[in-house]
């Protein structure tokens, strides 16, 4: 089996903490890296200045790596990007588009470039242009996401890449890291099931949302304006998702849902804000230190990779598979 990320990124474990606008800042970032993950500030739509102090800020709480991504659908990209190579990040990944331009930039600024991308196409064009891996984001994921699953993205791409793949979406616990790890990715990413860390700032009523989710309760929103973000059902779902029906202009829809996130995780305001959210919200029942989830995650998947060999009658049958009197 090829190696996982961790040597490329310098960390532990192989995971990337997902990249959460509003929410990812110094405090969470540097809990992750303390546990041996790879902690990420998200840029979201804040200006270069406001990055680079939490870039600063999280240096004084960590030595080890972290990372920054870059939302590229922000008005302040281009001078994020520039911040960014002159603050001589570890790493960056990017949401939301296409890194390409700023590619040769940061590779210069000796900074590993990890794209979050959601199809095989924009895989491949990266690969050849000089990421370092991607992320393969099934649309289990929360906020802005695409239209594959996780399952069938991550083999697509990686037959399709030679280089490492992280998986993302989906995935809270340690059955979902080995079932990523059997699908080719060499790492993962996680952001919802970071979203209940202690040292995750986001309002209390947002981390409470999370924590009573059941399977069914996300839905995307904005599938009419061709970018679609999975939120927790609320009022404000119920209510756009009608005007969505009802053929609301795209920019009538950006002036409803303008603020809506700032609201739910500054202001807890859950039933008009955004509370983003992957899928598998319901599987993610407790609050705990970031480094905690970090060691429960990696040891639940060493235990099922160590008992691998029961799958598909390789081992001792599973209820009457794979074995039959002859
Ligand atoms: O970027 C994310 N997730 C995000 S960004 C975000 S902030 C936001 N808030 C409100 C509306 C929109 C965004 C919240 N969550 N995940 C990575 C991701 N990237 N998912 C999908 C993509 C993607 C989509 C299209 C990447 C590239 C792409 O291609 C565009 C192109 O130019 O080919």
Same mark, same amino acid.
């Given at each position: 089996m090829k190696e996982d990320i961790s040597g490329l990124l310098g960390v532990r474990y192989p995971v990337i903490q997902g990249a959460m606008a509003w929410i990812a800042d110094s /405090?969470? $970032?540097? =809990?992750?890296? /303390?546990g041996g993950g790879l902690g990420i500030i998200a840029a979201g739509n804040a200006d270069a200045a406001f990055v680079r102090e939490e870039i600063r800020k999280t240096r004084t709480l960590t030595d080890r790596p972290f990372g920054v991504n870059v939302m590229l659908m922000s008005p302040h990209t281009e001078a994020v990007m520039e911040m960014l190579c002159q603050e001589k990040v570890a790493v960056v990944t990017t949401g939301a588009g296409n890194?390409?331009?700023?590619? =040769? &930039?940061?590779? $210069? &600024?000796?900074?590993? #470039? *990890?794209? #979050?991308?959601?199809?095989? &196409?924009? &895989? #491949?064009?990266?690969? %050849?242009?000089?990421a370092d891996a991607i992320v393969a984001e099934g649309t289990e994921a929360g906020g802005h996401v695409g239209e594959i699953t996780t399952m069938a993205l991550v083999p697509q791409v990686a037959d399709a890449v030679d280089i490492p793949v992280v998986a993302a979406g989906g995935i809270a616990d340690g059955r979902g890291i080995a079932a990523a790890f059997m699908l080719g990715a060499r790492g993962v990413q996680i952001g919802t099931r970071f979203l209940v860390a +202690?040292?995750?700032?986001?309002? %209390?009523?947002?981390? +409470?949302?999370?924590?009573?989710a059941k399977d069914t309760d996300t839905v995307a929103t904005g599938r009419s304006t061709g970018h679609p973000v999975r939120v927790l059902k609320n009022k404000m779902t119920r209510e756009?998702?009608?005007?969505? $029906?009802?053929? *609301?202009?795209p920019e009538d829809f950006e002036l409803r849902m303008a603020g809506t996130l700032r609201a739910a995780v500054k202001d807890g305001d859950v039933a008009y804000g955004s509370v983003m959210s992957g899928q598998i919200a319901g599987l993610v029942r407790k609050e705990q230190k970031? =480094?905690?989830? *970090?060691? +429960?995650?990696? %040891?639940?998947?060493?235990e099922i990779y160590e008992s691998r060999a029961v799958?598909?009658?390789?081992?001792?049958?599973?209820?009457?598979?794979? +074995?039959? $009197?002859?």
């Open positions: /405090n969470l $970032a540097s =809990a992750v890296s /303390n890194p390409g331009k700023y590619m =040769a &930039a940061l590779k $210069a &600024a000796g900074i590993k #470039v *990890i794209p #979050v991308i959601a199809s095989v &196409a924009l &895989a #491949v064009r990266l690969a %050849r242009g000089g +202690e040292e995750c700032t986001v309002s %209390r009523p947002y981390k +409470e949302m999370i924590l009573k756009i998702l009608s005007l969505e $029906a009802k053929d *609301i202009s970031a =480094a905690e989830i *970090i060691e +429960e995650l990696f %040891r639940e998947a060493g799958i598909c009658g390789a081992g001792r049958p599973v209820s009457g598979h794979g +074995e039959r $009197a002859l």
